[in-house]
């Protein structure tokens, strides 16, 4: 969701307002790492960050969520990070789906990935519920702890268990009988209009 972050974007500006153009990069953007660093070493401004991205983030996805539900995909994944801590959109998703791996990996991997301090990446993982908690929470588990080949594998199970259900069939039905419908009615008074 970067989209809703970018300048024009009515996020930005407020953004851009509450934490002032210290945060931004010489291009306009934000700068990534200073508001990262600020929001996770202090809970009221990650709180003021969720509140102003939140409802923005929430309206760009459901208009994917249309995209893709009109072209006929099975089903679209939602990368949410804050799903089970907010537990705004947990009751709309029909699956959830945790990626777990051992505290001990999540804590070098992401001290590795984005060159943090021991403190700084505790920081991050405790602004969200753990991973054992979030465990209990969610419907599937991919333990990632392992190699990717391991993960991939795990993936493609749960990639072909979900092609297989028949979730939303009466609703993609109803929508296509809609269409259907609507498209018929506008041709005919087309045809009517036009003779
Ligand atoms: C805070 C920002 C600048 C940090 O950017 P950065 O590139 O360093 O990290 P990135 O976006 O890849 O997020 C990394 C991870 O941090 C965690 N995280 C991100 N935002 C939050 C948050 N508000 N609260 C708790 N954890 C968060 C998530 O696990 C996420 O996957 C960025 O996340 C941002 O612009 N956030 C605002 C939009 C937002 O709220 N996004 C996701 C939360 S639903
Ligand atoms: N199975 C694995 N083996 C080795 N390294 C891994 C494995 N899975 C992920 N990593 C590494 O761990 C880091 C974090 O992975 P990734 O960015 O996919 O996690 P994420 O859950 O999307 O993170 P975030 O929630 O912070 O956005 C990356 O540098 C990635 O290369």
Same mark, same amino acid.
């Given at each position: 969701?970067?989209?809703?972050?970018?300048?024009?974007?009515?996020?930005?500006?407020?953004?851009?307002?509450?934490?002032? +153009?210290?945060?931004?990069?010489?291009?306009?953007?934000?700068? +990534?790492?200073?508001?990262?660093? @600020?929001?996770?070493?202090?809970?009221?401004?990650?709180?003021?960050?969720?509140? @102003?991205?939140?409802?923005?983030?929430?309206?760009?996805? *459901?208009?994917?969520?249309?995209?893709?539900?009109?072209?006929?995909?099975?089903?679209?994944?939602?990368?949410?990070?804050?799903?089970?801590?907010?537990?705004?959109?947990?009751?709309?998703?029909?699956?959830?789906?945790?990626?777990?791996?051992?505290?001990?990996?999540?804590?070098?991997?992401?001290?590795?990935?984005?060159?943090?301090?021991? &403190?700084?990446?505790?920081?991050?993982?405790?602004?969200?519920?753990?991973?054992?908690?979030?465990?209990?929470?969610?419907?599937?588990? @991919?333990?990632?702890?392992?190699?990717?080949?391991?993960? +991939?594998?795990?993936?493609?199970? *749960?990639?072909?268990? *979900?092609?297989?259900? *028949?979730?939303?069939?009466?609703?993609?039905? &109803?929508?296509? &009988?809609?269409?259907?419908?609507?498209?018929?009615?506008?041709?005919?008074?087309? +045809?009517?209009?036009?003779?």
């Amino acid at each position: 969701m970067l989209q809703v972050v970018q300048p024009n974007e009515p996020a930005y500006q407020l953004i851009v307002q509450k934490f002032g +153009r210290d945060i931004l990069l010489e291009n306009g953007e934000i700068n +990534r790492e200073k508001l990262g660093s @600020i929001i996770f070493s202090s809970s009221e401004k990650r709180q003021l960050l969720n509140a @102003i991205t939140h409802p923005c983030i929430q309206k760009a996805m *459901l208009k994917q969520i249309v995209k893709y539900f009109v072209l006929g995909y099975r089903y679209v994944i939602l990368d949410i990070p804050l799903l089970f801590e907010t537990n705004k959109l947990k009751r709309f998703m029909k699956h959830t789906v945790l990626v777990y791996c051992d505290p001990q990996s999540q804590l070098s991997r992401l001290m590795r990935r984005n060159g943090l301090s021991k &403190a700084e990446a505790e920081a991050r993982i405790h602004s969200q519920l753990s991973l054992d908690e979030k465990c209990q929470l969610a419907d599937h588990v @991919i333990d990632n702890s392992g190699d990717w080949e391991n993960t +991939r594998l795990q993936v493609l199970k *749960l990639h072909v268990k *979900l092609e297989e259900s *028949l979730d939303f069939l009466l609703l993609r039905l &109803a929508a296509v &009988a809609t269409l259907t419908v609507i498209g018929g009615l506008v041709g005919f008074f087309l +045809r009517q209009y036009f003779h």
